[in-house]
């Protein structure tokens, strides 16, 4: 079992995003893998309603991780899973970068998607001047550890995306052995704060269907968190597919 999250971001009109979501639910066979689809949210009601008679989960991009209150212009953790919504992207980089959001502040929304019954996928990584100069360790280690240390995990209720920065959008993948081994001391970064070094990660970073089943094959990388190849029901489809 793989798990392929596509990762709309700030995409579609409600009309198109229905039409997308009918195209996803089309082009996608029924699979092993866990397939989720994070769309903007106002468009998460209707996945919820395209997506009601199949096996494809609905993911939030964000969330305030304060069940309701004052304050304006925010989604509750209470009101995606209301809804509908089973995970919960938490410190994607484009949040990280454009919004400022601190590490307290994503271990308090980790905590608060959770603790609404809810799956965060927790999301790390380093840019590219700190891959080159190879302080890229110590970065996932610090996002990790400021995060995560202290929390009591389960296998089942938390995913890791490693999503290096400068991979983002860019067309620029990171081999399958590099992001295998960076993955790989991800694990060790999670036995050295004393938590589960097993827990599903999955990879991001201008994942495509012609790189997909390489990454997948890797042996730390247990899925794929999609951007813009997400958009194409097609494209899609094709990643859900590959069987490993
Ligand atoms: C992402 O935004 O999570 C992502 C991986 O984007 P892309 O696949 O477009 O690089």
New binding site residues.
């Given amino acids: 079992m793989k798990i392929i999250a596509g990762?709309w971001?700030m995409n579609g009109t409600p009309e198109e995003n229905i039409a997308r979501l009918r195209g996803i639910k089309e082009a996608v066979k029924p699979t092993q893998n866990k397939i989720i689809v994070f769309p903007p949210f106002l468009s998460v009601p209707d996945a919820v309603s395209v997506l009601a008679d199949s096996d494809i989960a609905i993911g939030a991009q964000n969330c305030y991780p304060r069940p309701d209150g004052a304050f304006t212009g925010e989604v509750s953790v209470t009101m995606l899973k209301g809804v509908g919504c089973a995970y919960c992207l938490v410190g994607?980089s484009?949040r990280r970068q454009y919004f400022a959001e601190s590490d307290d502040f994503l271990r308090e929304k980790v905590i608060a998607v959770a603790e609404a019954g809810m799956i965060p996928v927790f999301c790390v990584g380093e840019s590219e001047e700190q891959r080159e100069n190879g302080s890229y360790r110590r970065v996932l280690a610090g996002q990790i550890k400021n995060v995560l240390s202290g929390l009591k995990l389960e296998k089942e209720e938390i995913y890791i995306a490693y999503?290096p920065v400068w991979?983002?959008?860019?067309g620029k993948t990171a081999t399958p052995e590099d992001a295998d081994e960076t993955m790989g001391m991800i694990r060790e970064i999670l036995r050295d704060i004393g938590q589960p070094d097993d827990l599903y990660l999955l990879y991001?970073?201008?994942?495509k269907p012609a790189n997909a089943e390489a990454l997948l094959s890797r042996k730390n990388i247990d899925g794929l968190?999609?951007?813009?190849?997400s958009l194409k029901p097609d494209d899609f489809a094709a990643m859900a597919a590959v069987q490993l």
Wanted: aromatic residues 0%; without cysteine; proline residues 0%.
């Fill in positions: 990762n971001k994607h484009e999503e991979a983002i959008g860019t991001g970073g201008s994942a968190l999609i951007g813009g190849a």
